[in-house]
Each structure stands twice: as structure tokens, then as C-alpha cells.
């Protein structure tokens, strides 16, 4: 049975201890009594030994109730019009509601994936309206100030296939895709990666660890993914 125990709760400064390992989201509430009380979540674990993350790994943002990348820091999602935390396919994840709500993460040399020898995009999504009229954006890298598109997941048919597409450095303009992915999986968590070797000019999807599709793309492409691409996830500023 898990207990869970809070030292001089009514102090600035408190303790948390747990009687059982794992990872837990404490909620912290603050109040003087006299205006509303400030809440925030903070990702606990417990009995877990660390692992570090792959010395190749750009990014990543858990979802886990909180908005911060993990890797290098510093890169905290910006969520917009509501968006928020639902149960996720481990502990929680972003909410999107299709309509006008979006994240948005500020454009940085660590997060220009294109400037390596390649690039993985990988994540899990669920949508609850599959085939169900709408096209949506999924990762979106996009440069305000010049109204120029980068790279980006996004869906098209209704919101059924996930492709993938990028303008590069010399003015290419590429697209992927692997058919009707999402297709029947409507309220059903699915794994989507995307990955592109500039040497070998090969880029692969995959859905739900299955490689979908393989096609030769052109060697050494640079994807526009640097410090002035702004990252949006669940939206984009502008229709592409």
C-alpha cells in the first residue's frame, strides 16, 4: 500500500517521503489565505536509478504533467488556449483539443535537428476523430518572421495519414508518407518515427515499432530546423 508523507506541511519548506518505489507527480499548493492558491506538479521518483539519455538525443518532452524538456533543459513547451494533461500512454500526456489549442516551444541550436548527420522524429499520438473532417499538424517546425516552413508531421485524408515533409538549405521541398496509418485507430495510442541518414539519402516511417515504408530521398539534405524555427506541436501559425 503506497503512503505518502508530508513534513511541517504548512511550512515554506517541506519534505515528501514514499514508502513504495516508483514515479509519482506531487502536487505542491501554496496559499497566504487571502489570494488564490498556486499549484505545481513535480515529477518525483522514487527507488529508480537514473538512466541517461542517448549523448545523440536532441530533445524530449515527457508530457508527464508538466511542460519541461529533459535533456538539456531550458526548453519548456508553451501550451496555448488551454491545452493541458490527460492520461498518457505512461502516466500523462498533452491535450490538444483540435480546435485552437497548441504548444510552442522557442526555435534554439539545440533543437536544430537538421543540422546533424541525420534525424529521428518519434512520438505517440491518439486522436479522437480520425476520418473525422479535420488535418492537423503533429511537430511543426516554422520561422514566423520570414512565413517559411521547415519540417513537419502532419496529417492529411481526414486526419489519416501521418507524412512527413521538410524544405532544406538548397530550396529542396520533401515528402513521405506510408499510406492511412491512423486509419481505424481512432482513441487508440499509436507509435509514429520518423527518421532520415544524409549519407545514405534514406528516410524511414514506422508505426508501432514496424517499419512502414523506406524511400531514397537524396543524400545530404538539410532540413530548415535552426534557431529561427519556432517548434509547434498540435497547431502551426499559418495553413500550409
Not at 505545481?40 to 538512466?51: F, T
Not at 499509436?190 to 539519402?201: C, E, I, M, N, P
Request: negative net charge; contains cysteine.
Amino acid at each position: 500500500m503506497l503512503e505518502t508523507t508530508c513534513g511541517a506541511p504548512a511550512l515554506a519548506a517541506t519534505t515528501a517521503t514514499f514508502n513504495v518505489a516508483g514515479t509519482y507527480l506531487l502536487k505542491l499548493t501554496a496559499s497566504d489565505g487571502y489570494v488564490t492558491p498556486v499549484s505545481d506538479l513535480m515529477e518525483v521518483r522514487v527507488g529508480i536509478s537514473p538512466v541517461a539519455p542517448a549523448a545523440d538525443l536532441a530533445a524530449w518532452w515527457p508530457g508527464n504533467g508538466h511542460p519541461r524538456e529533459i535533456v538539456k533543459g531550458g526548453h519548456d513547451v508553451e501550451l496555448v488556449n488551454g491545452a493541458g494533461y490527460t492520461a498518457g500512454k505512461v502516466s500523462q500526456g498533452i491535450l490538444f483539443d483540435g480546435s485552437d489549442d497548441y504548444g510552442r516551444v522557442a526555435g534554439h541550436a539545440d533543437l536544430d535537428i537538421g543540422a546533424g548527420s541525420g534525424f529521428t522524429i518519434e512520438f505517440w499520438v491518439r486522436s479522437d476523430r480520425v476520418a473525422g473532417g479535420f488535418d492537423y499538424p503533429l511537430v511543426f517546425w516554422h520561422n514566423s518572421a520570414a512565413a517559411d516552413d521547415g519540417l513537419y508531421v502532419y496529417t492529411d485524408s481526414n486526419g489519416q495519414i501521418p507524412f512527413l515533409q521538410f524544405r532544406d538549405m538548397a530550396g529542396g521541398n520533401t515528402r513521405i508518407a506510408a499510406g492511412a496509418l491512423l486509419t481505424g485507430t481512432q482513441g487508440t495510442w499509436v507509435h509514429l518515427a520518423y527518421t532520415y541518414d544524409k549519407a545514405s539519402g534514406l528516410a524511414r516511417i514506422y508505426k508501432n515499432g514496424l517499419q512502414q515504408l523506406e524511400s531514397n530521398v537524396g543524400v545530404n539534405r538539410t532540413p530548415k530546423t535552426g534557431a529561427a524555427y519556432n517548434l509547434w506541436l498540435g497547431s502551426h501559425p499559418n495553413p500550409v
